[in-house]
């Protein structure tokens, strides 16, 4: 069965995610503001939910029409073949946002949209109540600029969740954010590369996965796989397909440090779970004590001043960083902050910037590879 998929992602990173669907076989790839579309067959909706680092989750677009008034909304969701999807048992929640549209209000729009699903569901089934206790079937809507698409989640909790991270440290960077970075800086099965401000270990982990070619969700379970729809032997040959195109023999190392010894040990906890322990090195140290090496791409997202510490403080680091990341031979730094004067307090322009945000702070990736 041939569907349309919608993959959101984090604003900025859409060609990233784009290649990563191309390259594994998707077809009609479109990227979008903070989304891709894109087409295949159920094997693809599993690879994808497998295999996607820079994806926050696998939707299938079940309609898309223009809403003005809540009827429109009513009727628009009222024609699709819910029935395709959903069982008589089956939980089908709806949630959604809206933007630039007539239909703004959240809460009414949700209560259309389920009201329109159950009498869909009531005609098909012939029954007037609905238990909703089995499998979940979570709708999603969004309305932009009165088009509205409908949805259905396949993958269930979002697909950032890899399973190695349990608890992060103070300041997080998403790990579909991390990945998407990791690609910008096109790490390799032969890279070395550096985060001198490791925290749980984001980076080092999402690199060495990369470079390893581990799918990132390899050892989770996704929504769809409860639904009754799609063969367990589909799920397993993608998964099997996923382990055996990992690179065992890659040369790929990753060194890390952090001024908290705590920091320390969860990355070192999270790089277990993760499987990718063998692959990296780390300890405590000061930022201050960081030594530039030849050939090794260092990753930063350095405290930011705010909650963590001081603005002050916080660019006393920048002032550091600017020193100690010094240029060597074909080495390069990645460095993703908030901060609108970064650059000036670092001392140098960078050779290539990218805006993107890291939840909903805006950010600046700032790429130094010259």
């Keep these: 069965?041939?569907?349309?998929?919608?993959?959101?992602?984090?604003?900025?990173?859409?060609?990233?995610l784009s290649g990563e669907l191309k390259r594994m076989g998707a077809s009609n790839v479109k990227a979008d503001n903070g989304k891709v579309e894109f087409s295949g067959d159920f094997n693809i909706l599993a690879r994808a939910n497998i295999n996607l680092r820079t994806a926050e989750r696998v939707l299938i677009k079940l309609a898309e029409f223009k809403a003005y008034s809540f009827e429109d909304l009513f009727q628009g969701v009222k024609r699709i073949p819910l029935e395709d999807f959903i069982g008589k048992k089956d939980a089908f929640p709806v949630k959604g946002w809206s933007i630039n549209s007539k239909l703004h209000s959240i809460p009414d729009c949700q209560s259309i949209v389920k009201k329109a699903a159950v009498e869909r569901l009531k005609a098909h089934y012939n029954q007037e109540w609905f238990s909703e206790t089995g499998s979940v079937h979570q709708l999603q809507f969004s309305i932009l600029n009165d088009l509205v698409t409908i949805m259905l989640d396949t993958s269930g909790v979002g697909l950032h969740k890899r399973?190695?991270?349990?608890?992060?440290?103070?300041?997080?960077?998403?790990?579909?954010?991390?990945?998407?970075i990791v690609d910008l800086a096109r790490v390799k099965e032969y890279s070395h590369i550096c985060d001198p401000f490791c925290g749980s270990g984001t980076f080092l982990i999402e690199a060495a996965t990369k470079a390893l070619n581990i799918p990132p969700c390899i050892r989770r379970k996704f929504a769809a796989q409860d639904w009754g729809l799609i063969d367990e032997a589909v799920w397993r040959e993608e998964r099997t397909r996923g382990l055996d195109n990992i690179k065992k023999g890659a040369e790929f190392r990753a060194?890390?440090?952090?001024?908290?010894?705590?920091?320390?040990?969860?990355?070192?906890?999270?790089?277990?779970?993760?499987?990718?322990?063998?692959?990296?090195?780390?300890?405590?140290?000061?930022?201050?004590?960081f030594k530039a090496q030849d050939n090794l791409i260092t990753f930063a997202n350095p405290p930011y001043g705010e909650r963590m510490l001081e603005k002050n403080e916080a660019e006393a680091i920048y002032k550091v960083i600017g020193k100690v990341f010094e240029k060597r031979v074909k080495n390069s730094y990645y460095i993703i902050s908030p901060h609108e004067r970064f650059e000036r307090i670092y001392g140098k322009s960078a050779d290539k910037r990218r805006k993107l945000y890291n939840g909903m702070m805006k950010c600046q990736l700032y790429m130094y590879f010259r």
């Design 1 to 16: 069965m041939e569907l349309t998929y919608i993959s959101p992602c984090h604003f900025g990173l859409e060609s990233v």
């Design 163 to 180: 399973g190695y991270r349990a608890h992060s440290n103070e300041a997080p960077i998403k790990e579909t954010l991390a990945a998407g």
């Design 255 to 289: 060194y890390g440090s952090d001024i908290d010894k705590n920091a320390v040990e969860l990355t070192l906890s999270n790089a277990k779970k993760a499987g990718v322990a063998s692959r990296l090195s780390v300890k405590v140290a000061d930022i201050k004590d």
